[in-house]
């Protein structure tokens, strides 16, 4: 009798192609298109998959998503400021919005969309021409919207790109050492916070508006992270010290907004960054929950001031 002949194997996802090499770790056949080099042999994409949900996702120092190194929150945010300033532009009905007034002419002027969006305190009217006056309900008759638009907006193109710079160098190292969420609830806490210290403390009826106290609160993080990690950080003192000097002498700067922005900063990447054990990422949590809900208290507490006529 004569034996039949061994079949020829082939590949388990592509039967018309003959292999003789095998997945090392399911030793089904498996072609050089279904080939996934291992440390031995190679092994099938089933089973490349099944190692992958196995294995933990990898964190920074801090417990983020290692995605932060690509930059997608800082580019993002930078894209949405810059959308916004366009939008600002464009309902203007002069070159003003660009340049040519405020702070020596550097900046921009107002634009219908900051009438609609900057943080204004207490109800105010504006008059644009000897015709044309435009009121404001402020956010303590109810316009609390303006606590985050007010972050996005800028006035005049000069404006935009400072803090922009400053959000591309700041924000791609923040992203990288905290991962994209914990960078993200960071920049929106320390823009928020730089909106309550100006509603709680600066002039009522002021204007206000800018990323700057998000940046101040960046400038913060920073030199924690790099601390907490035995970095150097001597190189972020000098520039926060030189934008605190250009806070304190330059008219037209919103002192409180910078500082909130800076104090809030650096409350939150302290938490991020010093929170440590296997519930490190509720302490996060816990933290950043807690100090937006004392955000909220003192907005809260200012418009009850103000209700109660005491401001």
């Not at 932060?68 to 366009?86: D, E, K, P, S």
Request: glycine share 12%; proline share 5%.
């Amino acid at each position: 009798m004569t034996e039949p002949p061994l079949a020829v194997p082939v590949c388990y996802r592509h039967p018309s192609r003959e292999t003789y090499v095998r997945c090392t770790r399911c030793d089904r056949p498996i072609c050089p298109d279904c080939m996934h080099e291992a440390s031995v042999g190679y092994q099938c994409p089933e089973c490349v998959a099944a190692g992958r949900r196995s294995q933990r996702p990898k964190r920074t120092a801090f417990g983020g998503g290692i995605t932060g190194t690509r930059g997608y929150v800082t580019t993002t945010l930078i894209a949405i400021n810059g959308l916004v300033a366009l939008v600002s532009i464009l309902s203007a009905s002069s070159a003003d919005a660009l340049g040519g007034q405020g702070i020596g002419g550097l900046f921009g002027g107002a634009t219908p969309l900051h009438y609609w969006g900057a943080l204004v305190p207490e109800p105010t009217a504006w008059r644009v021409t000897d015709t044309l006056v435009i009121a404001a309900d402020g956010v303590s008759n109810g316009d609390y919207y303006r606590l985050v638009t007010s972050m996005f907006l800028h006035y005049g193109v000069l404006h935009l790109l400072m803090n922009m710079w400053a959000l591309w160098v700041l924000g791609r190292l923040l992203e990288t050492a905290l991962g994209p969420g914990r960078f993200l609830a960071l920049y929106l806490l320390s823009g928020l916070g730089g909106s309550v210290a100006v509603y709680a403390f600066s002039s009522p009826h002021a204007a206000t508006a800018g990323a700057s106290g998000a940046i101040f609160g960046l400038f913060a993080a920073l030199f924690i992270v790099l601390r907490r990690l035995g970095r150097d950080s001597s190189s972020v003192l000098p520039v926060l010290l030189i934008n605190l000097m250009i806070t304190f002498t330059v008219p037209g700067i919103s002192i409180a907004g910078h500082l909130g922005g800076l104090v809030c900063g650096a409350l939150v990447s302290a938490g991020l960054a010093y929170a440590s054990g296997k519930k490190r990422t509720q302490i996060q949590i816990v933290v950043c929950t807690t100090i937006g809900i004392m955000l909220i208290l003192a907005t809260v507490a200012r418009t009850a001031l103000t209700a109660g006529g005491t401001v």
